[in-house]
């Protein structure tokens, strides 16, 4: 199943660990500045083509580096993870990338309110700086998981950029909880596609957000219309971001085009990160009613070193799954986990059409489950067609193990 | 009082302390906590998946 070499074991090793990717997570911060790096491209040559250099980067160069780079040598050993941990300076890196965030927003709202564009370079742009704002969330996913006050406060400051505030709440409470089963909204399904996908995905975060506040908040004793309430004040913070963009900047026709496609953009990039994290996966029901364990092989992964770097670690996902509080630099690699064949990246793009998606991800799902269709997430839809498909190889299974 | 830890994270409940913004106040026995309670921390354990820790207070841990 695995395209790229994996790292050997170092579970036992003791703890002579170097981080030699200590300096290059730097990259992961100044990424989301990529929008502002074409802004200053577009006004030194005059190429509107630098309008889109973040979404060429993202979608065509970096599967292209993930190619070439392939798999990250580096692998912490347990034994260094306390270390790891408790050094200062990664957690300042994920701080630093929150002004960032709010920069590559502030300045290409004030760019497209002021300067002259055709409207093609404004979609340009909104889709640019669409994918930054993704990763907003991808940096206020690091920061809401850890245990700080202060930085899960960090955490729904960033989010509100790209007005996801509630995702503090319905992913650390909601989609861990629940991956990798059919409860779980941000679990995709064999078969479905990344459009159907994202019309159950998108309302149904919101929903179990809310839901797990209201559950909470009755137990304190307050209404689920207070600021108590932990999804009100990011929202909040993004409605003032946004209505004073429009205020200072004033409602020019292009400025209000480019906001909504930007954060439109933003939120799919999560979709499609949910999309690909854990397709087709599916945990067994125990005797007793609950779902086992999530474990280490229900999430896809990807250790090609270009993609993390810009992404902490995000594609590491078993291990964070298993271990949600742990930081990005202590994230590790292991034998045998499902393997996406690129980056994210590049996923994310082939996932935008669904006949390559399902011919690349589908045999890996099969194979994942031994073959047994059973033990897979099918979208019902799909069912019969994903049958007809796959059926044999389930027969074959049968007689293997007999 | 009795203290329980997740097995995943470390997060302890501990009796004698609550967990106010889950809506336990202080002195709220285990037995009152839901059995689909999650880890405030974590997430990924329930209140089964708790381990029992001994005694909080005077006298310190007795695990
Ligand atoms: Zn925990």
């Given at each position: ?10 579970d036992?090793a ?8 200590r ?13 502002l ?32 780079f392939g798999?990250d ?12 941990e408790a050094d ?5 890196l ?7 965030h ?34 907003a ?10 245990k ?12 509100a ?6 995702f503090f ?12 089963t ?11 596609s ?16 809310w ?11 307050k209404?689920e219309w ?8 990011p ?13 200072v ?6 400025l ?7 954060m ?26 609950r ?15 270009a ?19 742990r ?15 690129t ?6 793009f082939?996932?935008?059409v669904?006949?390559i998606?399902?011919?690349v991800?589908?045999?890996?799902v ?17 069912r ?19 | 009082m009795a ?22 106040p202080?002195?709220?026995p ?22 029992p ?11």
């Open positions: 199943m695995s395209t790229i070499a994996r790292n050997p074991s170092a036992n003791p703890d002579r660990y170097v981080d030699r990717k300096y290059l997570w730097m990259l992961s911060v100044i990424w989301p500045a990529a929008p790096i074409g802004l200053y491209l577009v006004s030194q040559t005059g190429w509107g083509i630098f309008y889109a250099l973040t979404l060429i980067i993202w979608y065509g160069i970096i599967p292209i580096f993930d190619g070439l798999n040598p580096n692998n912490p050993p347990e034994a260094a993870v306390a270390r790891l200062r300076y990664y957690r300042i994920t701080y630093l990338t929150v002004p960032v709010y920069a590559s927003l502030i300045v290409s709202a004030w760019w497209v309110a002021t300067q002259p564009m055709a409207w093609w370079e404004v979609i340009a742009l909104a889709f640019s700086l669409g994918i930054v704002n993704g990763l969330l991808n940096t206020g996913h690091e920061l809401g998981h850890k700080r006050a202060f930085d899960r406060w960090m955490a729904k400051i960033v989010l950029v790209v007005g996801y505030g509630h709440i319905e992913h650390n409470k909601g989609h861990h909880r629940d991956v990798a059919p409860e779980d909204p941000a679990t995709s399904r064999m078969g479905e990344i459009y159907k996908f994202s019309l159950r995905e998108i309302p149904g975060a919101f929903r179990r957000a839901n797990l506040e209201k559950v909470r908040l009755e137990r304190v004793g209404s207070s600021l108590s309430n932990e999804i009100i004040p929202l909040l913070l993004s409605v003032a971001i946004y209505t004073t963009l429009i205020l900047l004033g409602p020019d026709p292009k209000l085009v480019f906001l909504p496609i930007q439109a953009f933003g939120w799919w990039q999560l979709t499609s990160a949910n999309y690909i994290e854990h397709y087709g996966l599916l945990r067994e029901k125990m005797a007793d009613g779902y086992e364990r999530a474990q280490p092989r229900h999430s896809w992964n990807s250790n090609h070193i993609s993390n770097l810009i992404l902490f670690h995000l594609q590491r996902h078993s291990d964070h799954h298993a271990h949600p509080t930081s990005y630099q202590s994230l590790r690699d292991f034998r045998d986990l499902p393997e996406l064949p980056g994210y990246p590049g996923m994310f082939i996932a935008m669904p006949p998606f399902w011919s991800m589908d045999r890996r099969v194979a994942w489950a031994g073959g047994d269709l059973g033990k897979i997430q099918i979208d019902p839809a799909s019969k067609r994903i049958t007809r498909k796959y059926g044999r190889a389930r027969e074959a299974a049968r007689i293997a193990a007999e | 203290r329980y830890q997740c097995p995943d994270c470390s997060y302890v409940y501990d009796e004698e302390k609550g967990e106010a913004h889950e809506g336990f202080p002195h709220t285990w037995a009152q906590v839901p059995d689909d309670w999650a880890c405030p921390d974590c997430a990924v354990r329930d209140k089964p998946d708790f381990i820790l001994g005694m909080s207070g005077i006298g310190g841990v007795a695990a």
